[in-house]
């Protein structure tokens, strides 16, 4: 203390991502603390939000003396942070606020410049790493991007999938590589129809409800403002992925504009999640017959992912014509050689007011031919020739897999006579494989069947 003016002598510095928080302690207690959020260049200069609270003699959680303001830096100097001085100063005198803002000037601006420290190459020896959370659609970083026209599914592929990621089932041919909690973080639709729509995936597949971690998050700010309250959302359930729904509406700027995209992946990036982001196509590729298909608006979009993929209605079906038939072309690959096309397969059953009661999933390879119907259909399977392939009733299956009986009796009678049998023994309904080739197939879905 000199002159009766508290001095900040060197402060602990945190850093997570592109927020730094700096703390002063006296007699063991931190008695300020200055958080400097969304540090971000533009042109010359580089910007933060910078937010300051007094703790001393005062409950932690005390309202910030100097709620958010920007503040802007260069390295031949600094400007903006002489307005959050004077502001402290008149709420708290007797503190040297000017010398704690030039250490904060300062260190921003060295931490950006800077940035990580070097990491010589092979030296964590990363074998066995998948670049895949859900082969072969999502990648395990950055964000992948999946687009196609209005109308065409892409926000309940998308759903199909977190519920995947979620709890393990392969929904889309093979289990997920990483399974845990996913943010759907949604800008174009109400929690109400996921929820729907969430159950009939659920009854398909008899994946129980109380199994799920799927959550979803209603935003209206682009996601360059709402990113430190995504990365909340995130780590509070511990997701392990994050949906855009979608890009356009996220982006919060002009489609076209090269600044505006850039920001939003790099908010992406910091929100410290793979993506998977949902994009639109543009009117030129929808009016091109034939040519490539492009997401809307600017080239960084595909630029800035590390997975892309276009969905397009496949004009001849497969079996049922009343199922949604969509091809799916990689069209970007960063890490690994660009992906053979998949065939998806969409089935909706409504009841009588239109709401979904099951939708039904299946995929296929670069052929277009669909395979069996995964899920529900495989984890019978699988547990019936575990058993031993004996008689089974639907109870003891319910008991067993966790799987409603009226979901596996539809299963069952799309299928009889292919992989299940039935029979009737006095009231009781029973079924078991058919005896071969089942048991092979069942041993080719268990090891990952089609993985390539």
């Given at each position: ?14 850093v ?13 207690n931190?008695?300020v ?58 709420r ?16 921003c ?36 991007v ?6 065409i ?5 998308a ?26 973080f ?10 729907r ?34 990365r ?6 511990g ?14 700027g ?20 793979p993506?998977?982001a949902?994009?639109?196509?543009s ?15 600017s ?5 800035s ?44 059953t ?17 052929f ?34 966790g ?6 009796r ?19 309904n ?23």
């Amino acid at each position: 203390m000199a002159d009766g003016t508290i001095e900040f002598g060197e402060p602990e510095i945190h850093v997570d991502g592109m927020t730094f928080g700096f703390e002063w302690k006296r007699d063991g207690n931190v008695f300020v603390r200055i958080m400097a959020q969304d540090v971000r260049q533009d042109g010359e200069y580089i910007f933060a939000d910078c937010t300051v609270w007094w703790l001393l003699d005062q409950p932690m959680g005390v309202r910030p003396i100097m709620p958010k303001a920007q503040i802007k830096l260069n390295s031949g100097h600094s400007t903006g942070w002489s307005t959050v001085s004077r502001h402290c100063e008149k709420r708290i005198s007797g503190v040297d606020w000017t010398g704690a803002m030039t250490i904060v000037a300062d260190e921003c601006i060295t931490q950006f410049e800077e940035g990580s420290p070097n990491i010589r190459l092979g030296e964590e020896v990363s074998e066995g790493a998948n670049p895949f959370i859900l082969k072969p659609y999502i990648s395990a970083s950055g964000a992948t991007v999946m687009y196609g026209e209005g109308g065409i599914s892409k926000s309940l592929l998308a759903l199909a999938m977190s519920l995947s990621v979620s709890t393990g089932v392969p929904i889309f041919g093979q289990e997920p590589v990483v399974v845990g909690p996913v943010m759907y973080f949604d800008y174009e639709d109400d929690s109400s129809t996921h929820d729907r729509r969430l159950q009939a995936l659920c009854r398909s597949f008899g994946i129980p409800l109380d199994e799920v971690q799927v959550y979803h998050h209603a935003l209206v700010a682009s996601v360059t403002k709402s990113k430190r309250e995504m990365r909340k959302r995130a780590e509070e359930v511990g997701a392990v992925l994050g949906i855009l729904d979608s890009v356009g509406m996220g982006r919060g700027g002009s489609a076209i504009a090269a600044e505006d995209t850039i920001r939003m992946f790099r908010g992406l990036r910091e929100v410290g999640i793979p993506f998977l982001a949902i994009d639109h196509v543009s009117k030129k590729s929808k009016d091109e017959k034939g040519g490539d298909v492009d997401a809307y608006g600017s080239i960084y979009t595909m630029n800035s992912a590390r997975l892309g993929w276009s969905l397009t209605r496949q004009l001849t079906g497969h079996g049922d014509s009343d199922a949604i038939h969509l091809h799916a072309t990689n069209t970007k690959a960063n890490h690994i050689r660009k992906l053979p096309p998949q065939t998806i397969s969409i089935k909706y059953t409504n009841d009588e007011r239109g709401v979904p009661k099951t939708i039904d999933i299946e995929t296929g390879n670069e052929f277009g031919m669909l395979m069996p119907t995964v899920g529900t259909h495989q984890r019978m399977m699988m547990w019936i020739v575990g058993t031993g392939n004996e008689w089974q009733t639907y109870a003891d299956m319910e008991e067993e897999l966790g799987i409603p009986s009226t979901t596996m009796r539809s299963v069952v009678a799309r299928d009889e006579g292919r992989t299940f049998e039935t029979k009737k023994v006095g009231k009781r309904n029973l079924v078991r494989c058919v005896a071969s080739p089942v048991q092979q197939d069942a041993t080719d879905g268990a090891t990952g069947e089609d993985s390539e």
